[in-house]
């Protein structure tokens, strides 16, 4: 066989069972634009800025659990996929960034669009390549695959020289597609003593974050709590793992958790954590964090435990493979005293949803919009003050329905994220919460959700300020509302009217139900406009660094 | 008790990895006193010998060259390395 070095690339990618590449072509990367146009099985969505592709590829992976791929050009092309490459890095999503680059003899000189990609993105990835010679893509790309969707996945930048995409090479054979590795041995001794610790709790709690969702595990997590009569809580990352409704699942802890979710923690004499990373908008004030609580880490990547917080036991290794190990050992019990306290207080300090029936107001639209949308529905936010209200409110009933930016809060994630879901899911309804503010950080994909007529919902609730920011500035900052603001208006209406994008605007109207009905009843992209005011806050909140059972707002009864 | 510990690694030889491992230590707030790297293995492979400072995240600083996919082994001498020791004569 002879191929070039840019036919080599798209053919592995097509044996590793890509169907949809996302990017922008550009001097450096047109040879693999050549190839790609080539290819039966890939189809090529071409986006309007760099990092829409890079998060439509994240939407695909968030959704698939599959690595999903994306192309730029270099210099500016390879700049622009930065901020969806570092996201994906602190989420541990499986994506492959292949940029082109100028050819290998130019590396050095400053030429016309070069820029060190590879230098750029070694603190954002898992692993990055400068590939060299076109013999080893043969080895480069499985490679890539096999390490993004292995062990804690992550983030690959393949950077790969003009020169090398044009040489031809012949060979004989194939290599295998790159697949994920099996997780670490076990060591037996860990478990037991994981689950002995459990066994003689009194009050336990699950600690559940996206780790538990990557190992595709929630079945046998839920059969973990209900074997124990474990009550859990959930990470950001999280939602979804429980369905929202099972009388154990006590919602999102941290920062903007319900004041029964945070109150339970400082009462737990034990917390099995699965998959999270102790973020500090999780545990807030890390010394405070569980005051009464051992700790049993259970995470892939060796690196977490201990990391944060000193666990009392650790467990590596595959969620998957501990649970099965696990589950056996854990006795059933019903720890009645401890149900009972923390029904409690969940009666006592619910989660208040202010004006939760109005199908207008920043809550209601939320809740509205998922009982039309149907248990099915995939939901990818933006960041910011409807990011934490839809993580509060939502009723999530499974994994991978939910796709937000965790670690890196990443405004302008959550449209060309829907659009990745809807590509990756075509059946399903997919909604984007968004804000004035986030919207504008990738506005600019609209028109590519237009061109693929992609079934994504987008609900922007426009209190035509940075609500959350304001929010701090609020609470923490003396009212003094700098630069939060935006002194004028714009018509996102007529903007994404613009677009081609079939809009919906709640201003002046008389039933914004049948509204929203209306939307999403029909096929394709939808805009849907909701004006709210900017002082309506997120609550409770816990100020930041302090521990989280300092909560603001949010009381039953005042 | 020695305050300072020298970790050995095996890494793979190519222009990049360097990077990777300095990136690694300096994004992570914690300094390198000295270094050393020569190649083995006719030159695909490398052994960088690392001095550091015994600070109280030095664990995770390990686990985290361990991740590294250029990292093909570490060791840890805390008794120092006698590479070390050689090479403060070119400083006195």
């Known amino acids: ?558 | 008790m020695c305050k300072q510990t020298v970790l050995e690694l095996r890494v793979n030889n190519h222009p990049g990895v360097m990077s990777h491992i300095c990136g690694l230590f300096a994004r992570r707030a914690y300094n390198v006193e000295g270094i050393a790297c020569m190649p083995v293995n006719g030159g695909t492979t490398s052994k960088i010998w690392l001095l550091v400072n015994k600070e109280s995240n030095l664990d995770q600083m390990v686990k985290q060259v361990d991740k590294l996919e250029d990292v093909l082994e570490v060791e840890r001498h805390d008794n120092g390395h006698e590479v070390f020791s050689k090479m403060t004569e070119f400083v006195q």
Not at chain 1, 41 to 50: A, F, G, W
Not at chain 1, 407 to 421: K, W
């Open chain 1, 1 to 558: 066989m002879k191929f070039s070095g840019a036919e080599i690339i798209v053919k592995l990618l097509e044996r590793q069972g890509i169907t949809t590449i996302a990017g922008i072509p550009g001097g450096a990367n047109l040879p693999m634009y050549d190839a790609l146009g080539q290819s039966e099985k890939i189809k090529h969505i071409l986006t309007r800025h760099e990092q829409g592709a890079g998060f439509i590829a994240q939407g695909m992976a968030r959704v698939s659990g599959q690595p999903a791929v994306f192309f730029a050009t270099s210099g500016p092309g390879a700049t622009n996929t930065l901020t969806a490459i570092a996201d994906a890095k602190l989420d541990s999503i499986p994506v492959i960034c292949i940029t082109g680059q100028v050819p290998l003899s130019m590396i050095g000189t400053d030429a016309f669009q070069e820029v060190d990609t590879y230098g750029l993105s070694v603190p954002i990835t898992k692993h990055n390549y400068l590939v060299r010679s076109v013999e080893e893509l043969l080895h480069v790309i499985p490679n890539a695959f096999r390490l993004a969707a292995s062990g804690r996945p992550g983030p690959v930048v393949i950077d790969v020289p003009k020169d090398v995409q044009t040489a031809i090479l012949e060979f004989d054979e194939w290599p295998a597609p790159g697949r994920r590795d099996p997780g670490p041995e076990l060591i037996p001794a860990e478990v037991e003593r994981a689950a002995a610790m459990i066994n003689a709790a009194e009050k336990p709690l699950l600690y559940l974050g996206g780790g538990v969702i990557q190992s595709g595990t929630s079945g046998d997590v839920l059969a973990l709590a209900e074997k124990g009569n474990i009550p859990t809580v959930l990470t950001l990352m999280g939602l979804g793992i429980l369905p929202h409704d099972h009388p154990l699942n006590l919602g999102m802890l941290g920062m903007h958790g319900a004041r029964y979710t945070n109150m339970a923690m400082e009462e737990c004499d034990l917390l099995i954590a699965a998959g999270v990373r102790f973020d500090d908008r999780a545990t807030g004030k890390v010394a405070e964090f569980c005051p009464n609580a051992k700790i049993v880490h259970i995470d892939i990547d060796p690196s977490e435990l201990d990391k944060i917080k000193t666990a009392t036991a650790s467990v590596t290794g595959d969620i998957a493979d501990i649970l099965n190990m696990l589950l056996p050992l854990v006795d059933r019990q019903a720890r009645a005293d401890w149900m009972e306290r923390v029904a409690s207080l969940k009666a006592a300090c619910p989660m208040i949803v202010p004006d939760a029936d109005n199908p207008a107001s920043p809550y209601g639209v939320i809740l509205r919009a998922a009982e039309l949308a149907g248990n099915d529905a995939i939901v990818a936010t933006d960041v910011g003050q409807h990011q934490m209200r839809t993580a509060q409110v939502y009723p999530f009933e499974q994994p991978r329905q939910w796709l937000t930016s965790g670690g890196l809060g990443t405004m302008g994630f959550g449209m060309p994220a829907a659009i990745g879901a809807a590509l990756a899911a075509p059946d399903k309804t997919v909604l984007c919460f968004t804000g004035d503010g986030s919207i504008m950080m990738n506005i600019q994909d609209l028109a590519t959700a237009m061109e693929n007529n992609v079934n994504i919902k987008i609900i922007l609730t426009n209190n035509n300020a940075l609500g959350l920011v304001r929010q701090q500035q609020d609470l923490f900052y003396g009212k003094r509302y700098y630069a939060s603001d935006y002194a004028r208006r714009v018509d996102f209406v007529k903007i994404a009217e613009g677009f081609g994008i079939a809009t919906y605007d709640f201003e002046q109207c008389e039933d914004p139900a049948a509204l929203l009905a209306e939307a999403m009843a029909t096929p394709g992209p939808a805009f849907i406009h909701v004006p709210i005011s900017p002082d309506e806050p997120v609550y409770p909140m816990v100020p930041p660094g302090a521990a989280n059972c300092e909560m603001i707002g949010g009381e039953a009864n005042v």
